[in-house]
């Protein structure tokens, strides 16, 4: 079980993980690299729970099937994104987010 | 399996049986007089609605996963009432040309984050929380960007999207570390087992700002407006009213029978949210000129007001919560059915169109009017009674200066309606909209808010009904 | 059917009524029956309620009814009446059948003015039955929402402006005053039980003093805005200013009385301590607000303005009365309601009629329309002599009530507030003189007006019987007062209990 | 104690029947018929008056040897508490009967007078109405059987007053004079209900059977608290008396009276010079018992300010052309002596000699002031003019007016046997004892007062001749005939036996004349009226020469010693530019503006926050990320 890798080393790469995951989101202009970004913080996620499932809580797999649901809702949800960046793209001609401004105040 | 888990889970089941007719409908249903399908989406909805009233057992599923009492059945059927005004509000709008191809698309993605809902409401465990919560996500965005042809819409669709991505990001991570400190995430055990350390309170930290964006209470509100104003105006009506319902309940029910362990901490939390909700919404509100927007920014605020009920954190907070949902429903959906009846026939959407309505509509200027009214709580419409419990509520755990607070902001809202009530009675225009003949659906869906605005409040039968219910959350 | 509900039921009814019918004529003359009714189930009331009282009828509340309402919280639809609320019921039924009359020329959306002036009446009328805060506390909004239409349709000058802020600030009051409710409720049964909203339920308990000295000022406050408490008056001027002549009369002569009413059922019948502790800070504001209002008005143009600072000067003197706090002068305060309620509105109601003639509102732009329209111009004398307290009239028989009851206090503080208030009837003099002489008497400025008609019969039924209630109270005041005298007693006992003074 | 006088309710209530009847259906009415309605009911009035007096001094039985107070009516009508309730009642004693006596034959006069006086005026039967009015509350006034039910009254007979000097309210001199004089009074009447209020407070009563008993408990109490030196009491009296002085045209509050003179003259007969302004010296008369016993210092302020006025109107009558206003200038220099009479006064027998003496001047006064009011108007009626500049040599045109005329001023310079000569004497005799600086000054004002009447005498009816345009004519005999009954009670009613009938106490004693004050006094009035007739019997240019040789005085005096001026002053620089102007604005710009200014602040705010909104999906995220990291840290902070 105890491969020599401490649980702290996982939660210190899934809070990596999921500030870059935020940095990419708040900066990437890109709506394409926004997604990306999100998954990497839905990719965070799943490590914390993988890794204190393995851990902390070994007879039970609910960390594991959480992460499993995870990944099959962000594909559904990278999916639709997709989908309206590419209307995005038809409508403004650009996946720049900062162009897709039309409404605000 | 047997037969007690269709009669449990039976809002669930049917939605999906009939999704599936559609479907099936789309695909048999001569290409010719697919617009039909409007018809026979709408009747089928309302036989599941109806069906939704019957008696039921209480009980749970899937190991307490799932689980039913009366107060969470009676909130999927406001909910499902809710669909229903919207459904039927939209048949004229689906009728037109540019939405003849996509008729059935609209009421699969409607329903299926109807479905989503429902589970959430029913969840007993995170995990089939955060999925009915994704289900009732995903196809939302699909919805906002409905209109195909829209950079508005478009817009609204990606600025759903990622910004409910980035949210249910921080829920899940919040989730993650709660399952780190407790080691499961049913909501019993969670409760029982909850401790006040710092991993978890981040936890609950980040789980509530994922559910805050879905009620979109300030700080976490700011795609609300854009996604409103972009959305098909019958989309912005389900979202303002439908989906917020449903997250605001859930909300409720996690906060109450989850996390009382930490009530103080939430109180307080909720305390300041609510302030900054009610305050930065209605001051967002005064300013705008697009009805949707406006309205969008008074949902935000409506949402600060519901929080006095959430922070009440007893039986009454979630009987005065789940009333005002229903009123909130009927009042704002009034409000969004004359706007989709007018934006429909002449295409205005804004307050300044608005002008001298009263004297070539003078019907839809009431039922706005009485919606208006019931939205700022004014007597004897069914706002008022909600607001006072939800008020009453707040009153009840000595909360006397934020209730106060609240009914300070109660008379910007005031103030704000009163404008577009200004603009139809009192302004004159050059060319004010046409007088229109509405079609049958359209009148139907406004005579059940109206009768919903009016009698809600007097029928003091259904706020004890919920009352009685809400015992034992 | 009890017949105090059916107080509200008629106007209801009487809306309903309009609402089938389109033809202009017969919307005024159906509300002119259904206020007439109205008026005459008033004075039915008023009878029932003295023979009753004659029959030896000590309770402090006749002819209560409760129905539960939401069980949960303990709202009941809960009705009675005393001496006090009788007369303000009468006084109600008299300025709304006066009111419909003097709009019977209102020609723009016809239908929709008068359902909004009943609307409004029977909220007024629901105000003064209601036993329940909840109920009343409804009522209450249902009287003043109205008025943003009513002045934002039918009005003239800045109408929007107006009405927004008369409705906003008197929303303002109605906010404060709810969390005051809430404060009540949710205090009523300290030593545990049940919670209760009824007002004579509370009164039996008295709600703790750190509670009270909360909630005191913030429900007398929310009151005292409706009843043009100094600072909070400025809605008033404007609003008036802007309203049609119906609205005013009834904003004016009903709905500001609602305040005064409110502010001591509620306010201070149930928290007696803190209006005890609190009371000068108020009585200061009252008493400046009295004079206040009365120099205010000397410099006024508009005919309105006028009015509306008088009102100012009258309201503050109701207020300032309540806070005496002894039977007599609080049974002052309840006079001084009814009896300004009756004047202004005639002054309303006049103004509106001159208005309708020369369209103008500045007095000094008229002058000697006493020899074009002396009816309406003896009427206005007669309502200036009212609102400058002759004897004969009603504005007197309050006012002494309210300096004599003021007076009974013998500390110097009380005494000289007393003082101020009193020097308001010469300054009111002032005024009230000077717009008589300038608008009425002297040449005539404006060769337009020698062609002027004199009134029509329903303004002269209008005028007239307001005129006939202000000076029925001047002459035989005995009545009225004896029945709202006592009804104060239980009143009074119990503020006497926080006051031994 | 009798009570069959229940018939006097009566007295008060036909001219309000009248009133009610002339007002509301006089329109209807023929004006001659109303007219002769309104002086039939005052007819009836005037005869039960008379009868009454008869009953009350002759046919009732004293008690004790001192006439009874008898209350032929009474009724609660508002009630404070148990013990303050206002009623209304009547109170029948020998002042009151007195003044229903003075008052409903005056009235009576007037009214015949003016269905010749008025006829042919626009609102006849308004001003019948009007005169009813104020019958009825001035006899209402005088029989108040408590001090509440007299401020009622005090109030109406205001009223009734402005709207009778009104009543050309087309000519806006009266109507400036009609709201001056309801201003005046009104101000004044603020102290007298300031003044009710201190003394039933103290006393506990506004009976004045209570009240006024001197023996009751009522008059002992209240002298003990004090406040800057005076009694409570005396400063409720103080304040009492300042109704009083207000209604009886005393400095300062006079300024109201010549003005008043704007309204018809009939109605300056009745009101202004003979009933209403003597209302306030029949208030400290009524009051007489307490302003002795519990306020003597009070009734030193009535003397001063009495013997104040007197000489103070005695010296702008002087300098006045408009007859009318002379004529009221020496109404309030004769009603000063009244109060001096009160002023000096004490109480019981012959002390009350005083007291005596000014209610006896209150009733010759109002017999010949009316007959000189009267008069006048029948001058003015023929010559249409006020201004006895533009008269002279009328007693050509005018004989019955004339002698009528000239009987009332021999009247009021106090010659013998004219009637004031016995009044005016019993209260010079009465200050003598008491102080010798006021005997001084109304000795001198007696002097004046032969002066000024004779110079107003000599002006009109001899002096220069004067050219009319139509040729003047004695006036009809509804005109006539009240001024000779008027001149023949003037004549008269000197040897009425006063101090057999009003007296302090009740008991009646013995007066005589002191012929040693007596005689200096009719010389001064002689040496008067020969001045008088030096200047004015011809035309010469000695008035010219005494008024260039005095000049700063005269014209101090002409006008009025600027006291009208020194009311503008405060009235509209003070109470209207520097009071009420800024208050008016202050509402608007503060009170109202900190309410807009809420609204503007709302709105302005609302515009700043607007860049959140920015519609920037990353900014949105940004502010979300904050949005956790703020709540992290208050969470952190809150648990902590």
Redesign the interface.
């Known amino acids: 079980m105890n491969n020599g890798i401490p649980l702290q080393y996982f939660?210190i790469l899934?809070s990596i993980m999921?500030f870059v995951?935020?940095y990419g989101?708040?900066?990437r202009r890109n709506?394409i690299g926004?997604?990306m970004s999100?998954e990497l913080?839905?990719n965070?996620?799943n490590i914390?729970?993988l890794a204190?499932?393995r851990y902390?809580?070994p007879d039970?797999l609910?960390?594991l099937?959480?992460s499993l649901?995870?990944i099959a809702?962000a594909a559904?949800?990278a999916a639709?994104?997709i989908?309206?960046?590419i209307?995005?793209y038809?409508?403004?001609s650009t996946v720049n987010?900062?162009h897709?401004?039309?409404?605000?105040? | 399996m047997s037969l007690q888990i269709f009669s449990l889970m039976r809002h669930e089941l049917l939605l999906i049986a009939v999704l599936l007719l559609i479907l099936v409908a789309e695909i048999f249903w001569d290409p010719a007089r697919k617009k039909n399908i409007r018809i026979f989406a709408v009747i089928l909805f309302g036989i599941i609605t109806l069906l939704g009233f019957l008696p039921v057992p209480e009980g749970s599923l899937f190991g307490e996963m799932y689980i039913v009492t009366p107060v969470r059945l009676m909130m999927k059927n406001i909910l499902n009432i809710g669909v229903l005004i919207v459904l039927l509000q939209s048949i004229t709008w689906l009728g037109k040309e540019k939405n003849s191809d996509k008729i059935s698309e609209y009421f699969i993605l409607l329903l299926s984050t109807l479905t989503g809902m429902s589970y959430m409401i029913s969840s007993g465990h995170f995990l089939m929380l955060y999925l009915g919560l994704e289900l009732a996500t995903i196809p939302l965005a699909a919805l906002a960007a409905f209109d195909r042809y829209s950079n508005n819409s478009a817009e609204a669709g990606i600025k759903l999207i990622l910004s409910s991505a980035l949210s249910s990001g921080i829920l899940l991570y919040g989730l993650s570390m709660i399952y780190g400190t407790v080691g499961n995430l049913y909501f019993t055990e969670v409760a029982g087992l909850f401790t006040g350390s710092n991993l978890a309170l981040l936890g609950f930290i980040f789980f509530f700002t994922g559910m805050a964006f879905k009620i979109s209470i300030v700080p976490f509100h700011l795609w609300t407006a854009d996604v409103y104003e972009g959305a098909p105006v019958n989309v912005t009506s389900y979202l303002s009213v439908i989906s917020k319902g449903a997250a605001l309940f859930i909300f409720i029910i996690v906060l109450f029978s989850v996390f009382p362990a930490i009530s103080v901490v939430w109180q307080k939390m909720i305390y300041v949210l609510s302030i900054l909700t009610m305050t930065i919404g209605n001051l967002f509100a005064i300013r705008q000129q697009n009805l949707k927007r406006f309205l969008a920014f008074s949902s935000i605020s409506q949402a600060g007001y519901i929080l006095l009920g959430v922070i009440g954190g007893n039986e009454l907070g979630m009987a005065s919560v789940v009333y005002y949902l229903l009123v909130y429903i009927f009042s704002n959906l009034g409000a969004f059915g004359v706007a989709i009846a007018i934006s429909n026939a002449s295409g205005k959407e804004n307050i300044d169109d608005y002008n001298g309505l009263y004297k070539t509509n003078p019907g839809l200027s009431l039922i706005m009017m009485l919606a208006l009214f019931s939205l700022a709580g004014i007597p004897p419409v069914a706002g008022f009674f909600g607001k006072f419990f939800l008020f009453t509520a707040a009153a009840e755990q000595g909360f006397f200066i934020l209730v106060l607070i609240a009914i300070l902001n109660t008379i910007i809202s005031l103030y704000y309606y009163l404008l577009v009530i200004k603009a139809m009675f009192i302004n004159k225009s050059e060319n004010p909209i046409p007088p229109l003949k509405s079609d049958f659906p359209t009148r139907l869906a406004l005579t059940l808010c109206v009768g919903g605005i009016v009698i809600v409040g007097f029928a003091s039968i259904i706020f004890e009904y919920i009352r009685n219910m809400s015992f034992g959350v | 059917m009890n017949i105090l509900s059916l107080l509200v039921l008629i106007p209801l009814l009487t809306i309903a009524g309009i609402l089938f019918l389109k033809d202009t004529q017969k919307t005024r003359l159906v509300s002119a029956i259904g206020m007439g009714i109205q008026l005459i189930v008033a004075a039915v009331l008023v009878f029932m309620y003295l023979s009753e009282r004659k029959a030896g009828n000590t309770d402090e509340m006749l002819f209560v009814r409760s129905y539960e309402w939401f069980k949960s919280l303990n709202i009941y639809y809960t009705v009675g009446v005393d001496g006090i609320s009788v007369a303000m019921i009468a006084l109600t039924s008299i300025v709304v059948i006066a009111g419909i009359f003097a709009s019977w020329q209102v020609e723009n959306l016809t239908r929709e003015f008068f359902i909004s002036l009943i609307l409004l009446s029977s909220g007024v009328f629901g105000f003064f039955i209601s036993l329940d805060l909840f109920t009343m506390f409804l009522f209450y909004e249902v009287a003043v929402i109205p008025m943003y239409l009513l002045i934002g349709i039918w009005g003239s000058g800045p109408k929007e402006y107006s009405a927004m802020k008369l409705t906003l600030m008197l929303m303002g009051g109605s906010a404060l005053l709810l969390v005051g409710i809430l404060g009540i409720y949710f205090n009523s049964a300290p030593g545990g039980g049940e919670l209760s909203f009824n007002i004579l339920e509370i009164s039996k308990i008295q709600i703790p003093i750190e509670a009270q000295r909360f909630f005191f000022p913030l429900t007398f406050v929310g009151f005292g805005v409706l009843g043009a408490l100094f600072p909070f008056h400025t809605w008033s001027p404007d609003g008036h200013a802007s309203a049609p002549t119906a609205v005013s009369m009834l904003h004016a002569g009903v709905l500001m009385k609602l305040g005064g009413y409110g502010a001591f059922r509620v306010a201070m019948f149930l928290m007696p301590e803190a209006a005890d502790e609190m009371a000068w800070i108020f009585i200061i504001l009252t008493s400046v607000s009295v004079v206040y209002g009365a120099f205010g008005a000397i410099v006024q143009k508009d005919l309105k303005y006028i009015n509306a600072y008088s009102s100012v000067s009258h309201c503050g003197l109701v207020l300032f009365a309540i806070l005496m706090m002894n039977k007599t002068a609080m049974t002052g305060a309840i006079l001084q309601m009814i009896s300004h309620g009756l004047m202004t509105a005639l002054f309303f109601a006049l103004i509106g009629m001159i208005y309708g003639r020369t369209h103008t509102r500045l007095i000094h732009e008229m002058g000697g329309l006493m020899k074009v329209i002396p009816f309406l111009g003896v009427v206005y004398v007669i309502a200036g002599l009212a609102s400058l307290g002759l004897p004969g009239l009603s504005g007197f028989v309050a006012e002494m009530t309210i300096f004599f009851g003021a007076f009974e206090h013998t500390d110097p503080f009380h005494r000289i507030a007393t003082l101020v208030a009193v020097s308001s009837i010469v300054i009111t003099a002032v005024y009230i003189l000077r717009v008589v002489g300038t608008l009425l008497l002297g040449p005539i400025k404006n060769d337009h007006f020698n062609h002027l008609e004199d009134a029509t019969w329903f303004e002269r039924i209008s005028t007239i019987t307001l005129v006939v209630a202000v000076a029925a109270i001047g002459v035989a005041p005995y009545w009225l007062s004896t029945m709202i005298g006592d009804s104060m007693l239980p009143i009074v006992n119990k503020l006497l209990t926080a006051n031994p003074f | 104690m009798t009570t069959d006088f229940g018939y006097a309710l009566l007295i008060p209530l036909i001219p309000l029947l009248m009133f009610l009847l002339l007002g509301l259906a006089g329109n209807q009415l023929k004006a001659r018929l109303s007219g002769l309605l309104g002086t039939i009911g005052l007819g009836v009035v005037f005869v039960l008056s008379y009868y009454t007096a008869y009953k009350y001094f002759f046919a009732t039985e004293k008690i004790a040897g001192a006439f009874s107070k008898i209350t032929a009516f009474d009724m609660v009508w508002l009630r404070f508490s148990d013990s303050l309730h206002i009623n209304m009642g009547i109170l029948l004693d020998p002042i009151s009967v007195m003044m229903l006596v003075v008052i409903s034959t005056v009235s009576f006069m007037v009214h015949i007078y003016s269905l010749g006086y008025m006829k042919g005026e626009v609102g006849f039967e308004r001003f019948y109405a009007f005169l009813s009015l104020f019958s009825f509350s001035m006899l209402g006034l005088v029989l108040a059987n408590n001090i509440f039910q007299m401020y009622i009254f005090w109030e109406l007979v205001g009223v009734s007053s402005f709207l009778l000097i009104g009543f050309y309210y087309q000519r806006p001199t009266a109507v400036l004079a009609s709201k001056k004089a309801f201003i005046v009074t009104r101000f004044a009447d603020l102290g007298f209900l300031i003044g009710i209020l201190l003394l039933s407070f103290n006393t506990g009563t506004f009976d004045f059977s209570i009240l006024c008993d001197p023996q009751g408990a009522a008059i002992a109490t209240g002298s003990g608290a004090a406040f800057l030196g005076l009694s409570v009491m005396t400063w409720s009296l103080i304040f009492v008396f300042m109704g009083g002085a207000g209604k009886s045209a005393m400095f300062p509050l006079h300024i109201w009276l010549p003005d008043a003179m704007e309204g018809p003259t009939p109605v300056s007969a009745l009101i202004h010079a003979a009933t209403m302004v003597v209302a306030g010296v029949y208030l400290v008369a009524r009051l007489f018992p307490v302003y002795i016993i519990s306020a003597p210092d009070a009734l030193v302020v009535v003397a001063y300010i009495g013997a104040f006025s007197s000489i103070f109107a005695a010296v702008i009558a002087c300098t006045q052309t408009d007859i009318k206003r002379v004529l009221a200038y020496s109404t309030m220099s004769q009603i000063g002596l009244m109060m001096v009479g009160l002023g000096v006064s004490g109480y019981g027998g012959h002390e009350g000699l005083g007291y005596m003496a000014s209610m006896f001047h209150l009733f010759t006064h109002a017999m010949f002031k009316a007959l000189l009011f009267l008069g006048a108007g029948a001058i003015i009626h023929a010559v249409h003019s006020n201004h006895m500049t533009e008269m002279g040599g009328l007693r050509k045109y005018l004989p019955i007016t004339h002698i009528t005329f000239l009987i009332a001023c021999l009247t009021i310079a106090g010659i013998p046997p004219f009637s004031a000569f016995f009044s005016k004497d019993e209260i010079l005799v009465a200050a003598w004892h008491h102080d010798k600086l006021i005997f001084a000054v109304e000795y001198i004002v007696a002097g004046l007062t032969a002066f000024y009447m004779f110079r107003l005498y000599f002006n009109i009816f001899w002096g220069k001749e004067t050219h009319y345009h139509h040729t003047p004519h004695e006036a009809p005999a509804v005109m006539t005939i009240p001024l000779i009954f008027l001149a023949f009670l003037s004549v008269f009613s000197g040897f009425i036996p006063f101090s057999k009938l009003v007296t302090t106490d009740g008991i009646p004693f013995e007066g005589h004349i002191d012929w040693s004050l007596a005689l200096p006094s009719v010389f001064i009035g002689l040496v008067g009226i020969i001045i008088a007739m030096v200047m004015y019997k011809k035309e010469t240019s000695l008035p010219d020469k005494v008024a260039a040789t005095f000049k700063h005085g005269y014209k101090w005096a002409f006008n009025k010693f600027y006291m009208d001026e020194v009311y503008m002053f405060v009235t509209k620089k003070i109470i209207f530019a520097y009071i009420s102007t800024p208050v008016a604005w202050f509402d608007r710009h503060i009170v109202d503006g900190s309410m807009n200014g809420i609204s503007r602040l709302t709105n302005a705010f609302s515009f700043r926050i607007r860049e959140f909104q920015s519609g920037q999906l990353q900014k949105y995220g940004f502010v979300f990320i904050s949005g956790v990291l703020l709540l992290t840290f208050l969470m952190v902070y809150l648990w902590n």
Request: aromatic share 20%; proline share 0%; glycine share 4%.
């Open positions: 939660l899934a999921f995951g935020i989101f708040l900066t709506l926004i997604l999100v913080i839905l965070s996620v914390n729970f204190f499932n902390l809580y039970r609910e960390g099937f959480f649901f995870i809702v559904a949800e639709v994104a989908a309206i960046i209307n995005i038809r409508r403004f987010v900062e897709v401004n039309e409404m605000r105040f």
